[in-house]
């Protein structure tokens, strides 16, 4: 088995695999663009609908809620459809949750067509990293599965930079802006050109070849395994990856389960993952940037190009954790990152606990202050995007075994998002009443739970096959 992967590293058609994973990779674009737009459309949402704090927290979270569920039934589905045709849904979904979001008349219309969105998102979260993973080779299979993450930090770029234009071009995002719309409306609409493109490029890729040998259509999984990588012999890998799948049946989600009822512990250890990279606060800086920055005192000019600086971060340190990710190995980032994190919370934290009020009672940085948050905002996203953005995602859509990839990938989306929506609907409330300095003290204290975790359950990945993983790391029945 090892000798084949040598003779990949060697040889085979690497560009073709590196294009089918940047086609897969689009659903993070749409991950991150979905996610992102939300940002500079808080306000408007509030004024159009006229929702309070709890309520314009919801709109922003509701996504998380379609998050949560597609995350939870892709991996299934995938098992029993296939990835492609999975991703293919999940595209065209992608395309009917922008439209409707912009056409929405009402809170509870919008709410609708984010949690459509929320499932397209949670599905490509789970399914564009599991794709990239079983078509690619080990010795690159952790930067072609970190393109998931630097796809979804240009998507949220892309959103950040589009907002602030059309605002700009609008004067806000409240104000009318083409044909008689209102500038949000045309933030979630953009979202249509990347979504059909997504659409176009995933009807010219194959299926996994791991889910073919799972469904026992093991002619195909030979054929496509030569297309992708000449220098291998394919029928000897299918034979290989025939032991860690073959049960006389397709996979089911009671995989997760050995010995009756006990859950497998690498499952375990996933959730964890999933879990601690949400309570660390990431998405309260992306989905609640404007938000933020202008209860520290910035216009909402400024707080809007501010998320276009952290997004350019953001970029930037992504390619950091590719160029690193496959030499350095993932334990050590996350264990740099989780660190890295907590003490830039903990500065912000201590900036906006000692910041001055306004007489309404809104926080009032100086320009001394301003600065120091600033600064640590966008290194701890630096440090977010070298370890936990894609790290995360890479282990999991290449720790679990073969037979139960897509039960635990759906597990563990499931926490992964739910943590995200019980994060992002108590920010607004943890806001007002008791502020941006202990919120973020609360976020920095799970950046030291993190590193303990990593430290003690997280086993390296680096280098090793999936079907090495599989014999590894399940539990017989």
Request: hydrophobic share 55%.
């Amino acid at each position: 088995m090892n000798q084949l992967y040598d003779d990949q590293a060697s040889g085979g058609n690497t560009g073709r695999v590196i294009l089918l994973s940047a086609i897969a990779a689009l659903g993070g674009f749409l991950f991150g663009f979905d996610s992102g737009v939300i940002n500079g459309a808080v306000h408007a949402l509030q004024q159009a609908f006229d929702s309070d704090a709890v309520g314009t927290g919801f709109n922003v979270a509701s996504m998380l809620l379609g998050c949560a569920v597609g995350a939870f039934f892709a991996g299934s589905l995938a098992d029993k459809f296939g990835r492609k045709k999975v991703l293919i849904v999940t595209a065209l979904t992608f395309i009917v949750s922008a439209w409707g979001s912009g056409v929405s008349g009402s809170s509870a219309e919008f709410v609708f067509y984010r949690i459509l969105g929320g499932l397209a998102v949670g599905s490509a979260s789970i399914l564009a990293p599991a794709y990239i993973s079983e078509i690619a080779p080990p010795h690159i299979r952790g930067r072609l599965a970190s393109l998931q993450q630097l796809m979804i930090v240009v998507g949220l770029f892309a959103a950040f930079f589009s907002n602030y234009t059309i605002a700009g071009i609008a004067g806000g995002a409240s104000e009318i802006l083409w044909t008689g719309f209102e500038a949000w409306r045309w933030m979630f609409w953009i979202e249509i050109i990347p979504a059909s493109i997504f659409f176009i490029g995933l009807l010219f890729i194959p299926e996994s070849p791991r889910y073919l040998v799972a469904a026992g259509r093991y002619g195909e999984a030979v054929s496509i395994l030569t297309r992708l990588t000449d220098s291998i012999k394919a029928n000897a890998l299918v034979e290989d990856i025939k032991v860690t799948v073959f049960q006389k049946r397709k996979p089911r989600f009671t995989d997760i389960f050995y010995t009756g009822r006990k859950i497998q512990p690498i499952v375990l250890v996933g959730i964890g993952l999933a879990m601690l990279q949400q309570f660390t606060g990431i998405n309260v800086v992306f989905y609640y940037g404007a938000v933020l920055w202008q209860a520290a005192g910035f216009t909402e000019a400024d707080a809007l190009l501010t998320n276009v600086i952290s997004g350019s971060v953001n970029v930037l340190f992504t390619f950091v954790a590719i160029a690193l990710i496959d030499k350095v190995g993932r334990k050590p980032l996350l264990l740099v990152g989780a660190l890295g994190q907590a003490v830039m919370l903990a500065t912000m934290a201590f900036v906006f606990a000692t910041g001055d009020l306004t007489p309404d009672g809104d926080l009032a940085l100086s320009a001394v202050q301003g600065t120091w948050a600033l600064i640590a905002a966008n290194l701890y996203i630096a440090f977010f995007a070298f370890s936990w953005g894609p790290v995360m995602w890479v282990m999991l859509g290449e720790m679990f075994p073969n037979r139960f990839r897509g039960a635990a990938l759906a597990v563990c989306g499931l926490a992964q998002w739910g943590s995200n929506f019980l994060i992002t609907i108590t920010f607004p409330i943890l806001l007002t009443s008791i502020g941006l300095g202990f919120s973020y003290g609360i976020y920095a204290a799970f950046g030291v739970i993190a590193f303990v975790f990593v430290k003690k359950f997280i086993i390296e990945t680096k280098g090793k096959t999936l079907e090495q993983m599989s014999k590894e790391h399940e539990r017989p029945e």
